[in-house]
Nanobody, 112 residues
Framework: QVQLVESGGGSVQAGGSLKLSCVAYGYTISWCEMAWYRQAPGKARESVSSIASDGTTRYADSVKGRFTISRYNDKNTLYLQMNSLKTEDTAVYYC??????WGRGTQVTVST
């Protein structure tokens, strides 16, 4: 069964850090573009960052310089290192794969 499982969310104070992980089961991610999205309460889901199979990365302007996306193909895992977190980063973070599969999400809450 093809699925993505996120982990690493939690509650932190503003200025703190979290590292999200997304493990893919049922297929290999090495050939696939992967991405992180997030959805805050009452808002639409938005793209946070993506990484192509060749390692090319893209970031939303709101997270540039603070978040780093990476992939470890041997472990079939996608990461999102989040530093200097702000209250506006509070959201459910979702992993996405080019096959159209979504994870169930992991909650990130940033407080003052």
């Amino acid at each position: 069964q093809v699925q993505l499982v996120e982990s690493g969310g939690g509650s932190v104070q503003a200025g703190g850090s979290l590292k999200l992980s997304c493990v893919a089961y049922g297929y290999t991610i090495s050939w696939c573009e992967m991405a992180w999205y997030r959805q805050a309460p009452g808002k639409a889901r938005e793209s946070v960052s993506s990484i192509a199979s060749d390692g090319t990365t893209r970031y939303a302007d709101s997270v540039k310089g603070r978040f780093t996306i990476s992939r470890y193909n041997d472990k079939n895992t996608l990461y999102l290192q989040m530093n200097s977190l702000k209250t506006e980063d509070t959201a459910v973070y979702y992993c996405w794969a080019c096959s159209g599969v979504w994870g169930r999400g992991t909650q990130v809450t940033v407080s003052t």
